[in-house]
């Protein structure tokens, strides 16, 4: 696509609630856009509804674009604070009969939708008060604002996603501009924001095509030029129905836990767009190659299955010492409170091991907990069950021959004496390895054993071992 124009795109969720995945991906979208064609991605929140709008809300909206990483320019807008300049450009267009009052009461309004509905009519306002004369104004009603909106012809829009998309003006009403309380709507706020933040493209969810017309309107009727709209499908479930919890359709901060940034960002940049067989790709790579034109009309599915694999990928290539910091503090978490110092050295060993093998955070930091755990470590009942099979003599022999080991303590070297330990009885490795990975771990299942014993140390190894076998790990 050639552009002529440098895009300034916008994100502009309203603070209700916290900032879901669908949100998430309209503004990575802006994001992508404006950095491929060195624009201005801008952050306004539209913070119009009082009653529902919370501080908290706003927080999360900040704390979830900064984990994925979409920084934007300048200071975050808010809507509420430019309320008088919306109701400025009302009473500009009342001034140059391009709007008009209405008096219209609540009661007349509800009897007019249902007229309409048993007429089988739009229920939209059916433009009584647009031409009547002042001196017909009622007393003691306060009125609103309506824009005087065209009737005849057409208002189209050539959408960067759904194509040319056209409505008859006749189904389009005189929507208020403002309410009989003098507070800005939506409609119109929308439209002044866009205008003064000098915003080039609106990039938003499809539900808000029906909004396009309207507000395309109001620009028309100040003379000022539309933005190019890209009206993007929504996001659905796995199964192709709507996206609701079951499907994952929760706030960002939910997934902070588990998921590392870039992983949710290139997941969420394919939900709809690909670049062609491209599966995983970095975040310069999708800057170089992203164009709104280039997504789907087709609503995208959001699968966390395909999250969590793809999420697994990025764990085996991040930075050990990043991933250590990552985890820590749900490690502390868990433990219910600071890690000592040397269960910190285990981690850091222990991490390049251990991240090939977890598909989420959450997963790796629990598969790193028994490393870190002080003595005694718990058991898990088939830990306690391996060991309470086990003969104590044959626990016992396991630590003579860790005390006695005095070459190299590695997992090659650890591998080849309990090798030949085994050997010498006519048993499995097996055999002597899961009742010692029951004791060094309290799980049956952990990273290969003599790596483990390898990154807990000879002292760890053999305090733990004992403490089974004095009975102070509960069996």
Known sequence: ???????????????????????????????????????????????????????????????????????????????????????????????????????????????????????????????????????????????????????????IIDDLVQGRVRVANEQLDDMVLLRADGTPTYMLSVVVDDHDMGITHVIRGDDHLTNAFRQSQISQAMGWEAPRFAHIPLIHGADGAKMSKRHGALGVEAYRVGFLPEAMRNYLVRLGWGHGDAEIFTTEQAIAWFDITDVGRGAARFDLVKLTALNAHYLREADDARLVKHIRPLLETLLGGPMEDRGLDRLRAAMASLKVRARTVTELAEAALFYVRPRPIPLSDTARQQLAACDPAFLAELAALIAAHAGPWTARGLEENFRLLAEGKGLALGKLAQPLRAALTGATISPPLFEVMHILGQEETRARLNDVMRKEGNI
């Open 1 to 155: 696509m050639t552009h002529t124009v440098i895009p300034i795109t916008r994100f502009a969720p309203s603070p209700t609630g916290f900032l879901h995945i669908g949100g998430a991906r309209t503004a990575l979208f802006n994001w992508l856009y404006a950095r491929r064609y060195g624009g201005r991605f801008h952050l306004r929140i539209e913070d119009t509804d009082r009653a529902r709008s919370t501080p908290e809300a706003v927080e999360a909206i900040f704390a979830g674009l900064q984990w994925l990483g979409l920084t934007w320019d300048g200071e975050a807008v808010f809507q509420f604070a430019r309320a008088a300049r919306h109701a400025a450009v009302a009473h500009f267009l009342l001034e140059r009969g391009l709007a008009y009052r209405c008096y219209c009461t609540p009661a007349e309004l509800a009897a007019m939708r249902e007229s309409a509905r048993q007429a089988g009519r739009p229920a939209g306002y059916d433009g009584r008060w647009r031409d009547r004369d002042a001196g017909e104004t009622p007393a003691g009603i306060a009125p609103t604002i309506r824009l005087r909106a065209p009737r005849a012809g057409e208002t």
